[in-house]
């Protein structure tokens, strides 16, 4: 039946500001940018790798949501990395701010957290 993730879809506060985060500082390639202007509102894909996509919207208003990883609904969006050294010393250059790395008790594996200009959870998972 599901086969695959089709999209991520994040609600921004300030458009112009997340859209510059994730396609020039996280680095995501831009699929397609259009403004509704029914819904005061942009809609921007941008691709994850090969196969997968987040759609950054806008909308007057939105109201607040609890964004801490563990607080209750999505915990966070993790993206798998080559090594984590080699992207966490890209961000840090671009002003990311990287908590601690840690160690995955279950798998061995490096990964850390930062945010997006929203204070949405993101990690760095270490493949």
């Known amino acids: 039946m599901l086969r695959k993730i089709h999209h991520i879809a994040i609600i921004c506060s300030d458009y112009h500001r997340s859209r ?4 020039n500082v996280l680095g995501l390639r831009v699929i397609s940018e259009i403004y ?10 941008v691709a994850v790798g090969d196969h997968d996509r987040i759609e950054l919207f806008s909308f007057p208003s939105p109201p607040a949501r609890p ?17 984590l050294d080699v992207v966490c010393a890209a961000l840090s250059a ?18 850390t957290f930062f945010a997006d200009p929203d204070g949405l959870p993101l990690e760095l998972y270490e493949d």
């Open 20 to 23: 510059d985060f994730y396609v």
């Open 36 to 45: 509704r202007e029914a819904r005061q509102s942009y809609k921007l894909d």
């Open 67 to 83: 964004s801490r990883p563990e607080a209750c609904g999505l915990r966070h969006l993790a993206f798998a990395v080559p090594d």
């Open 94 to 111: 671009k002003g990311v701010v990287l908590e601690p790395l840690r160690i995955d008790e279950y798998t061995g594996k490096r990964y």
